[in-house]
Nanobody, 125 residues
Framework: QVQLVESGGGLVQAGGSLRLSCEAS????????MGWFRQAPGKERELVAA????????YYTDSVKGRFTISRENAKNTVYLQMNSLKPEDTAVYYC??????????????????WGQGTQVTVSS
């Protein structure tokens, strides 16, 4: 089983930047799709960005396109979320997640069975 640990959250002013990291441990990370979700108080958890194993298929939700960048370093078993031009509405707990290896180009629509514990991101106005 893969375990995920997020880091990099914090408090930032609107317009600022943060980089979240998610390190995987346990059995091989190879082939897993990786995603970043977020959940704000009173709202449903939403998929923010996802990246497949080789990095060729990347998904972003519309509200973060052009501001957030997902990337991964497979040699380090780590996935990143670079968040620029942050807005107060980006405030949420951000979770890293992994899904099973697949050749499906819509891998991000599949189940996400592995989750990290979450890291808080707070953007002040």
């Amino acid at each position: 089983q893969v375990q995920l640990v997020e880091s990099g959250g914090g408090l930032v002013q609107a317009g600022g930047s943060l980089r979240l990291s998610c390190e995987a441990s346990g059995r091989t990370f190879r082939g897993y799709g990786m995603g970043w979700f977020r959940q704000a108080p009173g709202k449903e958890r939403e998929l923010v960005a996802a990246i497949n194993w080789i990095g060729g298929d990347i998904y972003y939700t519309d509200s973060v396109k052009g501001r957030f960048t997902i990337s991964r370093e497979n040699a380090k078993n780590t996935v990143y979320l670079q968040m620029n031009s942050l807005k107060p509405e980006d405030t949420a707990v951000y979770y890293c997640a992994a899904n099973e290896p697949t050749t499906d180009p819509y891998y991000y629509r599949r189940d996400w069975p592995i989750w990290g514990q979450g890291t808080q991101v707070t953007v002040s106005s």
